[in-house]
């Protein structure tokens, strides 16, 4: 009986009590928008400007930026859709900004730091995005990667702004999961990146195969710091969506769903899944299986709690 419900998922995502929980895709380009287009999302959470110029030695022009952001608006005509500025560095280096020697890239200028030494680089993306914006019937959100401080955040915000954008912050290290509450003051949404929340909480490498069990989206140290984020979200009435991939998994999402995240983006396949087990659970099923995953101490214990919660209910 679930196949089929999977199966004939069309959106758009909400509880069984009708609460709703937008169910969006994360994508690299145009083409994969206009894939991610034909998966029942309700448009797109993630944005990864970065992977559109992996193979680029220079910068791209304002123009030609503008013209890629522009396809991935025009797949999502009308619907929601978040641009990531360049998350360059670490797993997903850029020749144009990322130094080649650093000596611990994961904590290295990556992300929103390329903005300490190339402030025109990040400039001439919202640029870019503002333009693309202009001629599209999208108004995007804008948001950064790998902030840790309330300070960037504003910082970020103020740019963004200053070109009548949405402004918002990737909330992937620590630091900006604890103070979630000032950051979230900075600015209009969050999104949670779960692969990197989770790779510098467990300070383990989310490439390590040989980690993979403290990378584990289960951990219950990462769900009490995204427990404190959604908690901060419902307070000032701001969107706190995730955008890893602990989004994919069905259970959890439902988990993330009852802490108070409000979307939920991942690789579009992994949509109708989440969205069909979403709509067999209520709103308070899933508080019912966030508390029961956040009372573990080990990521087996809360996969489990959670599973016993859920399945109960349907
Ligand atoms: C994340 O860190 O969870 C995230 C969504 O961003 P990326 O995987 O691109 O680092
Ligand atoms: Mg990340």
Redo the contacts with the bound molecule.
């Keep these: 009986r679930h196949a089929e419900l999977v199966a004939g998922w069309t959106g758009p995502g909400q509880t069984a009590d009708g609460i709703a929980v937008s169910v969006l895709a994360n994508v690299a380009d145009g083409s994969s928008a206009r894939a991610a287009a034909g998966h029942p999302v309700e448009g797109v959470g993630?944005f990864?400007t970065e992977l559109a110029f992996l193979e680029r030695a220079d910068e791209p022009s304002v123009d030609e930026q503008a013209a890629i952001y522009r396809e991935v608006l025009d797949a999502f005509d009308g619907q929601k859709v978040v641009i990531r500025t360049l998350?360059a560095g670490s797993d997903k280096p850029l020749r144009f900004v990322t130094h080649p020697d650093e000596s611990n890239p994961a904590l290295g200028v990556r992300g929103d730091r390329i903005a300490l030494a190339h402030p025109e680089i990040r400039a001439h993306q919202l640029d870019a995005i503002a333009r693309a914006a202009a001629d599209s019937d999208v108004a995007p959100w804008v948001m950064a990667?790998m902030i840790a401080s309330p300070a960037e955040a504003r910082a970020f915000a103020a740019e963004v702004r200053g070109r009548g954008l949405v402004a918002g912050v990737?909330i992937?290290v620590p630091a900006a999961a604890i103070l979630a509450e000032a950051v979230l003051a900075e600015v209009d949404f969050v999104s949670i990146?779960?692969?990197?929340?989770t790779q510098y909480t467990m300070a383990a490498d989310r490439m390590s195969a040989d980690l993979a069990g403290l990378t584990d989206p289960w951990q219950p140290a990462v769900l009490s710091l995204i427990a404190g984020v959604a908690a901060a979200g419902v307070r000032q009435g701001k969107p706190v969506g995730v955008?890893?991939e602990a989004a994919a998994d069905p259970n959890l999402a439902c988990v993330l769903v009852g802490l108070g995240v409000t979307s939920l983006s991942s690789a579009p396949a992994a949509a109708a899944a989440v969205g069909a087990r979403l709509g067999e659970v209520t709103a308070q099923d899933c508080r019912a299986a966030a508390d029961a995953a956040l009372a573990t101490s080990d990521p087996a214990a809360a996969r489990e709690a959670a599973a016993a919660v859920l399945d109960r209910s349907v």
């Design positions: 993630l990864r998350d990667p990737m992937e990146g779960t692969n990197d929340l955008c890893g």
